[in-house]
């Protein structure tokens, strides 16, 4: 059964890991991985990268990407969203901090940000506006 725009945006908001898709080659199935994105509902939705990452090259390229996410329990659901990006941003300490303590357990936030900052190098902020949305929900609670 698909889900409402309120069930949907309301799911989307969970901290669930994402599959983001992006037209990388003609060639070739698009480019998908796994990342972390925050979402509040009727929002934007965005995502960190590396500024040279493939995923960000191919974002810049295709001017759009899609995003994924579900779950199995207690019933199987989905949301996919795809749209355009709106904007790109230098990353900040704030915005680290926001992604981290949306997954991660409180006393390992601090401890994350340090070694994001420190080890994994400059990022940037990649901010999506939902447009096309494909939900279901495959069975009864």
Known sequence: MALSMREREQFLAEP???????VERSD???LTVPIWYQ????????????PDSRKA??????????????????????????GPVIRTEPDSHERS???????LPQEKVAGFVEFDHNQLGEHI???????HWVSADLGPA
């Open 125 to 131: 902020a990649i901010y999506m506006q939902p447009r």
């Open 16 to 22: 669930h890991i994402g599959a983001l898709s992006v």
């Open 28 to 30: 070739r199935a698009p």
């Open 97 to 103: 901090w926001e992604m981290a303590a949306r997954y």
């Open 39 to 50: 979402y509040t509902p009727g929002g934007e939705l965005w995502v960190r990268t590396g």
């Open 57 to 82: 090259q191919a974002i810049r390229a295709a001017g759009r990407f899609s995003l994924m996410v579900q779950r199995t329990q207690p019933t199987v659901r989905y949301v996919s969203v795809e």
